[in-house]
């Protein structure tokens, strides 16, 4: 699963600390997501959609081995 969540932050100059308190989640996590690392949860996937105000599938893409 690849995101956006690096430009998407940069968009709103925030930085990961930030995001992750306003999302109750650790920076790690937001860390670890950024770098494909951590597939959220479908309550922190929707928590993320909320806050950048764009769909589940405006941030995550799956990626699929055919």
């Known amino acids: 699963m690849t995101n956006n969540l690096k430009v998407l932050r940069a968009i709103k100059n925030i930085s990961q600390e930030e995001l992750a308190k306003q999302i109750s ?3 790690q ?7 494909g690392k ?16 764009k769909s589940v599938e405006e941030i995550f893409n799956l990626e699929t081995k055919d």
């Open 25 to 27: 989640v650790s920076r």
């Open 29 to 35: 996590t937001i860390n670890a997501m950024e770098k």
């Open 38 to 53: 951590y597939v959220p949860s479908t309550v922190l996937a929707l928590k993320l959609a909320r806050y950048f105000d």
